[in-house]
Nanobody, 118 residues
Framework: QVQLVETGGGLVQPGGSLRLSCAAS????????MGWYRQAPGKQRELVAV???????NYADSVKGRFTISRNDAKSAVWLQMNSLKPEDTAVYYC????????????WGQGTQVTVSS
């Protein structure tokens, strides 16, 4: 099993930046991909960015050019650098890890609130 803990959320003004961190523990060697999702009030959870074991990345169209996902070699941490934040980026951001260990797994962190407001 993989456990995930997010940090780094908070209140920021439009145009500002935040960096989210996610620490992974447990069977991290079994992780195939790590990503960030977000859920705004009244909306479904959506993919923000994902990075694979081969370091391929994919971003939601709404964040391309503004957000950057990265991770360390050990797959024990993943980060989301968010620049040029907009009010519509306000949401709870969740870290995700997917892989295989005796079967497929999909682990989630507890979420961290990001609020973009003046």
């Amino acid at each position: 099993q993989v456990q995930l803990v997010e940090t780094g959320g908070g209140l920021v003004q439009p145009g500002g930046s935040l960096r989210l961190s996610c620490a992974a523990s447990g069977t991290i060697f079994s992780i195939d991909a790590m990503g960030w999702y977000r859920q705004a009030p009244g909306k479904q959870r959506e993919l923000v960015a994902v990075i694979t074991s081969g370091r391929s990345t994919n971003y939601a169209d709404s964040v391309k050019g503004r957000f950057t996902i990265s991770r360390n070699d050990a797959k024990s941490a993943v980060w989301l650098q968010m620049n040029s934040l907009k009010p519509e980026d306000t949401a709870v951001y969740y870290c995700n890890a997917a892989g295989h260990w005796g079967g497929p797994f999909n682990s989630w962190g507890q979420g961290t609130q990001v609020t973009v407001s003046s």
